[in-house]
Every structure is written in structure tokens, then in C-alpha cells.
């Protein structure tokens, strides 16, 4: 099981930051930054 | 004969018979069209001594629920039989056909109830509806041709469904659902006009003055917002309600091949419930969201002001819908030998559902003493408060339905033992693509419930959205690659479900029908002192806003009707199967 560790945590960095810039582009296109300001 | 020929005609007339020049200077009004009556109580009728809100609002409510219902069976009826054709697959299509008789006897109830409510509307709101009938003169006409359409496809699909079987024959009867879906589904749209047109009314002046344009009447600005979220909600709802009919039947089945049956027929009934309610919440959000738009003060009444509380109500039934249906899919389970490798996961799925519920139905400013005001700092809780507003609604109602997707999931892969090589990486993949969704929107939820504006707040809303679909589609998608060419550990043993399964289904039909009560009063009661909002005043003795609980009761005691008269319809769709032979009742025919 220790070895699908790595790809556990490959594929959560990758979705994580996939969710981002989802977040970031969904919030652009309602002229809103993703970090409040 | 055009309008101007019909006042010519009059007016020749009204020479000849004095009496007719009244009817005919009424005409010349109507052809340029008056303004919205003003009332006073004096104009609304009172007969028998009924309550004539009391009278409207129970008949609009249970020709509603039935109307729901069989607006929704044919829709996923012909979706089954379309499966049928596809597999060759008999079982789906006696289902289907079992789902249709149930609908025909609602179907009867249903047009009563419409006749029930249309006559109390003329009788007891006889202006109101005169003014709603000049505007939507050619919707309502076509309504009724509608209806004979509907009636003639309904019962030719009905009655024609073992006739029309096999080659072209069943392409000529899936037609006829086809026609039946298509007119049912304009039928509805035609009567959301009218009633979104009283909430957001277009095509008419600040006086009520009518254009003459009956599209810009019937395309109001919260046409779409509730043909979409109606549309939906009746696909769950029907799903429900047939649900409760199988679940009724294999309570009271026999022998084990009828329990398999029913049960199966339960199984396919809270799928459909499950897949049109997991989108539901969303067309909720988007149609509240479209109210605010249309009119601050319409919106800011619907969820801030009188009608907050019954939100909180509306919430413990959506709660409830969620547990009952997850609880229905862990229960049935136990039809697969293999599913003792996912029953370990469901307390927590438990433990994440009941725990989103909380947030779900927490209250934004609560009931409070005036020691309790002081030790608290004022009416809202610093860490707490957040929780009563929509971000992280929002929240809870995301994870609740990603975790009914997981409990999906498990239930799918129940009875499945994977044979490709990949598939502990696959099953790492799938825990990521989870986790990282829904760290994704409670990050979402938190950083925008706490630190951000109210514009913000809306617009998260939508990636939040985005994440659960992705993360919905992802893992099905992913699912499917992972159980390419696997193995059945056994055959699924239908019927092997505890009888409480069964009325978690039962629960899911009544929570749905007193869901849609309740929200029925309050999408109808804010408009509060309005027939047609800031058009028409309503003048009547009941202009007022009745007290919640008063509300409610009202809204149970039509609940308690409804139920009343479907367990009427299951009863008839079982009487009609039963015979009996009268041993010497008959004289003996010579042969």
C-alpha cells in the first residue's frame, strides 16, 4: 500500500491546483479576483 | 370577426336592443385594454362561508402534486423504454409499463383537481382571474387543445402498450411518448407563465395596462428561472412517488420472485429520485438568486424576512431527503455478497452527511433572550454566525451530494472484483480526485463565508458547482476504466432488503410532498398584499401574511389529502389485478 502513496499525493497536488486555477478563471470571468481585494 | 367588427356589430345591435350598449362600451375597453382592476373587499365574493384563500390554496396545492406527477412519469417512462429497446430487455419494459398505470389514475384525479381549482379561482377571485384571462386569452386556449392532445397520446400509449409491441409498431408507440412528453412539458411551461407573470410581471404598464405583446407576459423574467427548476424537481418527485408504489408492493408481495421484482422497481424509482435531486439545489440557488435580481424587496422577504424560518423547515426536509436516500442505497447493498468490503466506509459517509445536515439548516439569527443577546455579544454568533449564510450552504449542500455520489459509488462497485493491473493506482487517483474537490470547496466556502463581500460570496458559488460536477463526472469516468472487464462476485439478490429500506422510500415520497407544499406557499406568499405584484392590489378580507404556523398546517393538512388519495391510486392500480371466481354464483352455460 506504501507505494501508491506517491501517486496519492502526485494526483492531489495536481488536482488541487487544477481546482484553483478553476477557481481563479470562474472568478476573472465575473470580474473578480480569486484572493478578495 | 375581427374586435372592431364585433364593437360595429354591438353598437348596430345595442339600436335594436337598448340592454346590449353596457356589454358593448365594455368591449370598446377591453380593445384597447384597461388597467388592472382596483378592488375592494366588497368584490370578493363569499360563498358557503368557505375561506376562499384556504379554498384556492388547497386545491392549487394537491392539482399541483398530482400535476407534478404525472408530468414526470411519462418522462422517465419513455426514457426506460428506450433502455427496453436498447437492451432487448423485458424487465425494463413491464417496469415501465407498471410506472404508466399508476400515472392514469393520478391522471383522472389530476384534471379533477385542475376543474377544483380553476372553478374556486372564477367564483372566488372572479377579477383577478378576468385580468389574468384578457392578458393570457391565446396561453389559456391553448392550453386546453393541449390538454385533449395529452389525453389522446396518454391513453393511446397507455392502452396501446401491448398492441404496439415489437419492430415498427414500437416505434410508433415510443412516439406516442414523445408526443405525451411534449405536450405535457409546453402544458406546464403555459401555467408557469401565469403564475411567474403575478410574481415578475411583463408586457404590461405601471397601471397594468396590457401591450398587446403575449410573449413579453408569458417570457417574464422568472419564466425560465421556474420552468427549469420545476422541470427537475418533478422528475425527482415522480421518482419519489413511484418509489413509495414499489415499495408498497413489496411490502405486501408474494413469494420471493414478487419481492425481487418490486424491489428491483424500487431500486430503478430512487435512482431517478437520486440523479434529478442531486442538481436540484442548484436550479433552487439559481432561481432564488433570479428573484433577488428581479426585486430586492421580493427576495430580501423570501429569505430575510418573514418566510427566513420556513427555510429552516425546508432545509430539514432536504436533509432528510438526502439521509432517507443514502440510507435506501446502504440498506440495499446487502443484495451483493461482495459489499462487506464497503459496508466498513458508510458510518463515515453517516458521520460527513449528518454533519453537513447541521450546517445545512442553521439559522442566521436566532430566537434569543435578552441574557442570551448579552452573553453572546449581539444577535450573531463571531465563528457560528457564518454557518446561517449562504457560502456555507453552499458548502454543506456540495459535500452532502458528493457524498451521495460516494455512497453511489460503493453500491456500483458492491458486487464488481476489478481486473485490470492499475487498479490500486486507479483507486489512489479516485481518493485525490475527492479529496482534493472537496478541500477545493470548503475553501471556498470558508474563505469567502468569512472574509469577503457579498459579491463575492455569489460568485464562488459557481466553482463550487463546477468542483462537484467535476468531481461527479471524474469519478464515474474513472470507474468505469478502473472496472473494465471485471468480474460479478455473485448474482445480486433482489428482494434481500430489510423492510425498513422500504420506508426510508416511503419517508422520501412524504418529505418530497411536504417539501413542495411548503415551498409552494412561500414562492406564492411573497408576494404578500398583491395579486400581481406592484400591478394588481389584492383588496381581499385575507391580504395578510398568516403566521407560520398557521401556514404550515395548512400546507399539512393538504399534505395529509395528497397522501390520502395516492394511497387510493395504488390501491386501484391493485384491485384492478385481483379476480375473483364465485364457486356457483354463475349458472352453468350448456356447452
Known sequence: MKRYVLPFLLALVIFLGAFLALDAAVMSMQGLSLIYG | MNRSGLIICLAIAAVVFPGLTALAQEVAVAGAYAPAPKLTT???????????????????QLHLWFAAFVLAVPIFVFIIEVIGMRTRDKRYDDMAYEFIKVAITAYSLTAILGGMLLFSLILFYPHLFNYLATIFTESMFYYAVLFFVESAALYIYYYGWHWLQGGFKKWVHLTLGLILNAAGTTLMLLANAWLTFMMSPAGVDGAGVFSGDAWAAIHNFLWNPINIHRFVANIAYGGSIVGAYAAFKFLTANGPSERAHYDWMGYN?????????????????????EIYTYSQQLGITLMGGIFAWLFIIQAVLIGTLFLSANYYLWCGMGRSDGAKRYTKYIKYIAVVLVGAFLVWFTPHTLVLTNEELKALG??????LGPLGIMPAKN?????????TALSFMFYRRANKIATVGWVNA?????????????????FLGIYHGYFTNTVYKVAASIPQVLTTVIVIVGSITLDSFIYRGSREVAPLHWGRIPARAQYALFLLAVSFTWLMGLMGYIRSGIRQHWHVVDIMRDASADAFTPTLGYAANVVSVAAILFMAMVIFVFWIAQVSGNKTLPAGYWKEQPP
Request: proline share 6%.
Open chain 2, 42 to 60: 366588497a368584490d370578493y365574493p363569499t360563498i358557503a362561508g368557505v375561506n376562499s384563500r384556504i379554498a384556492v390554496w388547497i386545491f392549487a
Open chain 2, 269 to 289: 424509482a430512487n435512482f431517478i429520485a437520486i440523479c434529478a435531486l442531486l442538481p436540484l439545489p442548484f436550479a433552487g440557488y439559481y432561481l432564488a438568486a
Open chain 2, 378 to 383: 449581539g444577535p450573531h454568533h463571531k465563528i
Open chain 2, 395 to 403: 458548502t454543506a449542500v456540495n459535500v452532502m451530494i458528493l457524498f
Open chain 2, 426 to 442: 486507479g483507486n489512489a487517483i479516485q481518493v485525490a480526485l475527492f479529496t482534493a474537490g472537496i478541500a477545493n470547496i470548503l
